[in-house]
């Protein structure tokens, strides 16, 4: 039995081509209902004016999409929340034009793309189009991304005993360096999570981590997987299936030898202490 | 309550300035600048650089071999300083593997290997095959190769918040720590010169064609330079102190700071809350100082605001450009060496301090002694990091 540390989940956003809403995945990932026919290419979240939402990087676009979804379900005013970002690769589109553009003629390089391709873009973006002035941080790492984001999220919410946003989201591939990078559509997760329970808690999770010869990523089920298929950070589905279904555990590798355990449960007490 | 302050039991960097701990600080003491004429690339944008020599004559060791590019032997240059990895070496066998987190910060990691892929695409569009490796384009390569290369088995995450990078790693590790979710981390960080920086800082007119001049009235703008430094932090222990951290957001623009610098106070701030001090107790600065013109503005009117006229403070981009996100764990190493050995470096290249500098920011050096530092890192994205450091037993 896991050595529990415990937070709860006051919030969830996600956005994919085939998951347009957390209240829409939410049915989809159960099998209520089939994921939408005509797909959409890419969110235009509402937090952005509408010129800076054509502008605005496809990570960018992403992550402020399911970062403000996951706030408003928890009832939360981003502006007060510390924030965690993940993403595997960062926005693989701007990297292609900036490796383009600096074999072709480097002295036209954007001021602006440059700006946009620091690994924090989308963590900046945030706090400027939300004004929030608390910390947040843009992390990496490899395969194990979604899990180490989660972690940070975590330990923040327990060690500084606060709520906290978390925002994992990858990109597709561009060019060239699609054939070393792999990573198809666009997708992003948020979660607000919260080391007290309070009557916004949605989920309880349970966790913690644990020494582990062979540390394993627990796997979706085969639909659920297959909604995300390919993005970089398509582990986020394990959770958000648990969550889906309210209830569940599952491992994720933290390290060569050290696994993440959760375990999701679904806090009773919402419908009648929602005010 | 706050937990006990972490002890930080070994530490290196290597930077233009020197590599490692000694060559460092002789070239503070000699006021000797590593920054050279740019000859980065085959069409050098016209600037002065803090580049690292022998680097493309660090081979990795053959089992890490899979990571080899400039970033990563970067990091194996600096991690080969100052008898660094057999100190991880001896925390693995006191914890365990898996007990010692890798918290690594980094803003460009080793893309320079993806623009030279770019720059030699094969008819096919295709990378050259001996890049096409999928562990070095990732922002995780320099960090994942740090945990692979010291044998470590737990935590292993990537920081990379721009220029505030390897300072807020000390923040992370600290967390983990004080959870119990390590038991000791090594943190620190790597960025190597790569056409992304310099032709990205010259596209937005940031970059000098002169030797960097911080808080100089006629400063002219920034030096790219690269390094790579280290720490090991452990909760007990005969070194220096992590007394406090503190990390903000401006809310305010990508690539301007605030223009009152509220983020960047809010950073201080919050370094002196969690360490129970006030400003008063901080006897020297290391400042981002990048010599740019807005930096330093904003940057010098919060140091003059905050900080008494005793408070020693200076920017060490003189000596080694500015190591974006290396800037954190470099100039926390210079804050490091300004405890132990009793020396505030002052800011080498200024000449006429811009007159909105206070009493606080120094020009030449200062032999004192000093039990406290602060080092300050600002990052695009108004990421802000203060640092601050007691002296060691």
């Known amino acids: 039995m896991m050595q529990a540390r415990i937070a709860y989940i006051d919030g969830i956003g996600v956005w994919s081509a085939a998951l347009p809403s957390w209240q829409e995945a939410n049915r989809i990932l159960r099998g209520e209902i089939p994921p939408p026919q005509e797909a959409r290419k890419r969110p235009s979240p509402e937090l952005l004016p509408p010129n800076e939402r054509r502008r605005a990087p496809d990570t960018v676009a992403v992550s402020l999409e399911v970062a403000s979804k996951a706030c408003a379900h928890a009832g939360r005013e981003p502006a007060s929340l510390p924030s965690v970002f993940s993403s595997t690769h960062g926005d693989l589109a701007i990297t292609d034009y900036m490796a383009e553009t600096l074999a072709e003629g480097p002295e036209l390089l954007s001021p ?146 050290l696994e993440l355990e959760l375990e999701i449960a679904a806090v009773k007490n919402e419908a009648e202490t929602a005010p | 309550m706050s937990p006990a302050p972490l002890r930080i039991n070994a530490f290196t960097a290597s930077s233009a300035a020197g590599k490692g701990v000694k060559a460092t600080l002789e070239a503070l003491r000699s006021r000797k600048s590593g920054l050279t004429p740019n000859d980065f690339g085959t069409r050098p944008v016209d600037t002065y650089i803090g580049r690292v020599g022998g680097v493309e004559t660090t081979p990795l060791p053959p089992h890490l071999k899979q990571w080899e590019c400039r970033n990563n032997s970067l990091a194996w240059l600096g991690l080969n300083q100052d008898g660094f990895i057999a100190a991880v070496s001896a925390a693995r066998e006191r914890y365990g593997s898996t007990r010692v987190a890798v918290v690594f910060g980094t803003s460009t990691s080793s893309i320079g290997a993806t623009e030279e892929a770019y720059a030699n695409l ?193 920017s060490t981009k003189g000596w080694t450009g500015h190591t974006l996100g290396a800037a954190g764990i470099l100039e926390s190493v210079i804050t490091l060496l300004a405890l132990e050995h009793s020396m505030a470096p002052g800011t080498l290249n200024a000449m006429q301090l811009d007159s909105v500098c206070g009493p606080q920011i120094r020009i030449e050096n200062t032999d004192a002694s000093l039990r406290t530092g602060m080092s300050l890192s600002f990052g695009f994205g108004g990421s802000n990091c203060a640092l601050l450091f007691g002296r060691g037993e």
């Open chain 2, 122 to 314: 094969d008819g096919a569009n295709r990378f050259p095959a001996h890049l096409r490796n999928p562990l070095i384009h990732t922002p995780h390569s320099t960090g994942e190769f740090v945990q692979r290369a010291l044998e470590l088995e737990g935590v292993c995450i990537t920081v990379a918040t721009a220029c505030s990078s390897s300072a807020k790693v000390f923040g992370q590790a600290q967390r983990l720590i004080s959870s119990g979710i390590a038991d000791a981390a090594v943190v620190g960080g790597t960025d190597s010169l790569c056409g992304s920086v310099l032709f990205g800082f010259n596209s937005l007119e940031l970059v000098s064609g002169e030797p960097c001049r911080p808080f100089d009235a006629s400063r002219s703008g920034i030096n790219l330079g690269e390094a790579a430094g280290f720490a090991l932090l452990e909760r007990d222990g005969p070194g220096p102190a992590l007394l406090g951290y503190g990390e903000s957001s401006d809310a305010f623009h990508m690539s301007s700071p605030h223009p009152e610098g509220l983020g960047a106070r809010k950073a201080i701030d919050a370094a002196l809350a969690r360490a129970g001090m006030t400003a008063d107790a901080v006897d020297y600065i290391n400042l981002h100082g990048t010599a740019s013109r807005k930096n330093d503005e904003v940057e010098a009117k919060v140091i003059g605001d905050l900080f008494g006229a005793d408070a020693l403070a200076s």
């Open chain 1, 112 to 257: 602006t793309k440059f700006h946009n391709s620091v690994h924090n873009a989308a963590a900046g973006y945030w706090a400027i189009a939300t004004g929030c002035m608390r910390p947040y941080t843009a992390l990496s790492a490899s395969h194990r991304s979604f899990a180490s984001g989660l972690l940070e999220a975590l330990v923040q919410a327990q060690s500084e005993a606060t709520s906290i946003l978390y925002v994992a989201y990858d990109i597709e591939a561009q060019g060239p360096l699609s054939t070393v990078v792999d990573s198809t559509g666009r997708f992003g997760c948020a979660l607000v999570l919260n080391s007290q329970p309070t009557r916004q808690a949605k989920f309880s999770l349970k966790w913690n981590t644990r020494d582990a010869g062979n540390p394993r990523d627990s796997i979706p089920g085969a639909q659920c997987a297959s909604l995300v298929a390919g993005n970089a950070m398509a582990g986020a589905m394990t959770l958000l299936e648990l969550l889906a279904l309210s209830e569940g555990s599952c491992t994720y590798a933290l390290g060569p030898r």
